[in-house]
């Protein structure tokens, strides 16, 4: 019939742009793929309608009829706008992303930050090469954590009733404790054979974010993740503020960017509760530390 042939005839041309776009073989699971992709890109932010994934940087070049050279375009990585929790479901893909071993940009209630799974190597590995971290100068990752709870599963610095009441009286929080690792954390986190010599304490930093788009990402990973302060760009000790900032600069660094709008650049106040005698302050920032005086170590 006619609308049978009109069928075919769409059909036909669907299959055309597709292969094209070199998105369809003849395997059974490209339709799957190409279903995926379309709903993926429908995330990315400024995309009207189904778009087609950006070819990865690594592609090689594709030839047209006449033998020309086509140069595939750079991977970027999709952003979403997250404006309230209506918008939570987009962060399913976010969490998958960093599941599957990639790095999302979180924002946190401090600043943007760098978040990877704390089983992936590669993940690690790609943060410090994004901060260029060096292992004698700089302290390692820090986990942020859902909740005081996932604290105590990878650190044994709760013991006391006095680090517990700090913790609990100021989490969720701008603070950034530093606390021994248990040995649930994996080994290769704390012994990584290029940054021995700073964690030959065993120590990690721990936080609890005071921000309900970093508390619902951390409560869909269900894990803690490994997290870094992002840089403003590449050259620069400045903390990158909004996610229009970060797309320019990291967008083809990265898998996944989270934009929550404008975030402050004060860092975490760092306090340090692996001292025997007390605490001490080790960095001040968006956090009160006034608080802290009854705990202090006699030399702070």
Not at 146 to 162: N, P, R
Request: hydrophobic letters at 35%; proline letters at 6%; one cysteine or more.
């Amino acid at each position: 019939t006619a609308v049978t042939l009109v069928s075919l005839f769409l059909a036909s041309l669907l299959t055309c742009r597709e292969r094209r776009l070199g998105l369809l073989s003849s395997g059974p699971t490209n339709k799957h793929i190409i279903l995926n992709n379309c709903r993926y890109q429908n995330l990315i932010k400024g995309v009207g309608g189904v778009g087609v994934p950006p070819l990865s940087s690594s592609s090689p070049a594709r030839t047209t009829r006449r033998g020309l050279a086509v140069t595939p375009r750079a991977k970027y990585a999709p952003t979403i706008e997250i404006e309230g929790e209506w918008d939570f479901w987009k962060l399913d893909s976010a969490v998958k992303a960093v599941k599957d071993g990639g790095i999302v940009v979180l924002p946190t209630d401090s600043c943007y930050a760098f978040v990877a799974d704390v089983n992936s190597k590669e993940a690690v590995q790609r943060i410090y090469a994004l901060k260029n971290i060096d292992p004698e100068t700089k302290k390692p990752l820090s986990l942020l954590c859902h909740s005081i709870s996932q604290i105590s599963d990878f650190t044994s610095g709760m013991q006391s009733k006095a680090a517990f009441k700090i913790l609990k009286s100021t989490l969720p929080g701008p603070y950034t404790y530093i606390l021994p690792a248990s040995n649930k954390l994996p080994r290769m986190i704390l012994e990584h054979k290029e940054h021995k010599k700073v964690w030959k304490r065993k120590e990690i930093g721990v936080r609890v974010p005071q921000d309900s788009v970093c508390q619902e990402f951390l409560k869909l990973m269900g894990n803690p993740v490994l997290c870094s302060s992002v840089p403003s760009d590449t050259e620069s000790n400045q903390l990158a503020v909004e996610g229009s900032e970060i797309e320019r600069t990291w967008a083809h660094r990265v898998d996944f960017i989270i934009d929550n709008g404008y975030r402050q650049t004060e860092p975490t106040t760092v306090v340090d509760m692996t001292i025997e005698d007390g605490l001490k302050v080790l960095r001040e920032g968006a956090g009160e530390v006034g608080i802290f005086e009854p705990y202090l170590a006699n030399d702070s």
